[in-house]
């Protein structure tokens, strides 16, 4: 596990499938602690959430990234949040839904990602140091230090979902930590430009 931003982890599973990394988020601010989209953990990352305190929720981002959710839920006695269009698609039931707009956390805003890959397709901002964003499988950090969409064939349509995404150019954010690939811990919100600019 490594800290890539004030008290924001990342730890990461390697996909051979993929060829990429599946990546993992532990953030904590004020007196919450949540985890995201969460991949299998090492011992000693455990250890590191485990000394933080008790874990306050697990956000999943989209109906594909449930992950190790259910493992963590029963291990930390922790609830799921899932967005609202995406709980009834998932294969576990989530103790709790979210939606665009929403808090489920103070200084975690919701931003829902419209005709994205899943209906529910979710971003959350962590409004603090130039904002962070943390998105599921809207943008993949591939090649590193770029970002990109998912093949076309994932969407039912791909301009629909560019347009979606664009929304996202109306935050602050400066660091983009995504479930699948490379990071952009600066620079993000020049990435998510490019990223929609092209073809």
């Known amino acids: 596990m490594k800290e890539v931003g004030r008290d924001v982890y990342q730890w990461s599973q390697f996909s051979e499938e993929k060829q990429l ?20 953990l090492a011992d000693d990352d455990l250890a590191v959430i485990r000394n933080r305190g008790p ?18 839920r029963t291990l930390f ?6 967005p609202e269009l995406d709980a009834p698609l998932m294969e576990i039931k989530a103790d709790g839904t979210f939606k665009h707009g929403d808090r489920p956390m103070s200084g975690l805003r919701v931003i829902h990602l419209p005709d994205g890959k899943s209906p529910g397709e979710s971003a959350f901002l962590l409004e603090r140091n130039g904002g962070t964003l943390v998105i599921g499988d809207a943008l993949i950090g ?5 970002l990109s969409l998912l093949p076309a064939d994932k969407f039912k349509d791909v301009k629909k979902a560019k347009a979606g995404l ?30 929609l600019a092209g073809t």
């Open 166 to 195: 664009a929304a996202l150019m109306g935050y602050a954010f400066d660091t983009v930590l995504v479930g699948d690939g490379a990071s952009i811990l600066a620079g993000g919100k020049d990435a998510v430009r490019q990223a």
């Open 77 to 82: 006695q922790a609830k799921i949040l899932a």
């Open 142 to 146: 591939k090649p590193p230090g770029s």
């Open 55 to 72: 874990l306050s929720a697990i956000l999943i981002t989209n109906r594909d990234h449930v992950r190790e959710a259910e493992r963590y």
């Open 21 to 40: 990394d599946f990546n993992g988020y532990f953030i904590v601010f004020n007196d919450v602690r949540v985890i995201v989209d969460p991949p299998l």
